[in-house]
C-alpha cells in the first residue's frame, strides 16, 4: 500500500538557519505529493505541492523537488524564522480515483531567536 | 462559509457514551473526507464522500464508527459506545472536486477524549 515516512522531530533551529525535513515514499503508480503545515492552535493546510516527477513546489521560501529515482520530496527553506515554527506533514495522493491523501507522521519544527 | 467548520471544538465523553461530530464543508464542495489524528501521529483516514454517496469506508476502525452526509453537504461522524482508545483529534476536509490529489481544506478539528 501506499505509505510516507519522515524525519522524526522535533526540530530546534536558530533563526536564519537552513531547514531540511526528509520525506520518502512508497506509492504504486506516480502519485501527487504535498507539503502540509499545522501552526500552534490551527488546522491544516497546504504549504506546497507537485504532481510529476521532477516537479519543484515552492511557497512561502519552501521548496521541495519530486524526486522518482529516490521517492523522495524533501522540504528545504534556506533561512527559517520564528513563524515557521509549526508541524509539518508530508503526504502523498495516488493521481487516479478517489484515493484519499496518505500522510506522514509528522515533524514538529521549532524555530528561536 | 469562508473555510470547513467543526463542532463542537472538544467534546469529554465517559467511556460507553455516544457521540456526534459535526462537520460543514466550504459551500459547492464536492469531496468531504474525515481523518483520526492522535496525540503525535499524522491524521489517518476514517472515510470519504462524494457528495452524499459514501465511496469508502475502509478507515473505520470498527462499526462502533459510522458517518453520514445525507444532503451531500454538512456530515456527521458518529461513534457508539465510546471507548479511551477513541481518544484524538477528529478532522474533517473538503475539496471541490472527485479526486484527493486536490487541494483539501481541513477544518479546525475536534478534540475528542474519552475518560
Known amino acids: 500500500g501506499n505509505s510516507v515516512t519522515q524525519m522524526e522531530g522535533p526540530v530546534t533551529l536558530s533563526e536564519e538557519a537552513f531547514l531540511t525535513i526528509n520525506c520518502t515514499y512508497t506509492a504504486t503508480g506516480y502519485p501527487s505529493l504535498f507539503w502540509y503545515v499545522q501552526y500552534p492552535g490551527e488546522g491544516l493546510q497546504l504549504l506546497l505541492k507537485a504532481t510529476k516527477a521532477d516537479d519543484k513546489g515552492s511557497n512561502k521560501g519552501f521548496e521541495a523537488t519530486y524526486r522518482k529515482e529516490t521517492t523522495s520530496f524533501h522540504l528545504e527553506k534556506g533561512s527559517v524564522q520564528v513563524s515557521d515554527s509549526a508541524v509539518y506533514f508530508c503526504?502523498?495522493?495516488?493521481?487516479?480515483?478517489?484515493?484519499?491523501?496518505?500522510f506522514g507522521k509528522g515533524t514538529r519544527l521549532s524555530v528561536i531567536a | 462559509g469562508a473555510g470547513v467548520s467543526q463542532s463542537p471544538r472538544y467534546k469529554v465523553a465517559k467511556r460507553g457514551q455516544d457521540v456526534a461530530l459535526r462537520c460543514d464543508p466550504i459551500s459547492g464542495h464536492v469531496s468531504l473526507f474525515w481523518y483520526q489524528q492522535a496525540l503525535g501521529q499524522g491524521p489517518e483516514f476514517l472515510t470519504y464522500?462524494?457528495?452524499?454517496?459514501?465511496?469508502?469506508k475502509s478507515g473505520l476502525p470498527s462499526d462502533r464508527f459510522f458517518a453520514e452526509r445525507p444532503e451531500g453537504s454538512v456530515s456527521t461522524l458518529k461513534i457508539q459506545r465510546t471507548q479511551q482508545e477513541d481518544s484524538a483529534v477528529y478532522l474533517c476536509?473538503?475539496?471541490?472536486?472527485?479526486?484527493?490529489?486536490?487541494?483539501?481544506?481541513f477544518g479546525s478539528g475536534t478534540q475528542l477524549s474519552v475518560l
Open positions: 476536509a473538503s475539496n471541490r472536486g472527485r479526486t484527493g490529489g486536490e487541494k483539501l481544506f
Open positions: 464522500f462524494q457528495n452524499e454517496a459514501q465511496l469508502d
Open positions: 503526504a502523498l495522493s495516488a493521481i487516479s480515483g478517489n484515493t484519499p491523501l496518505v
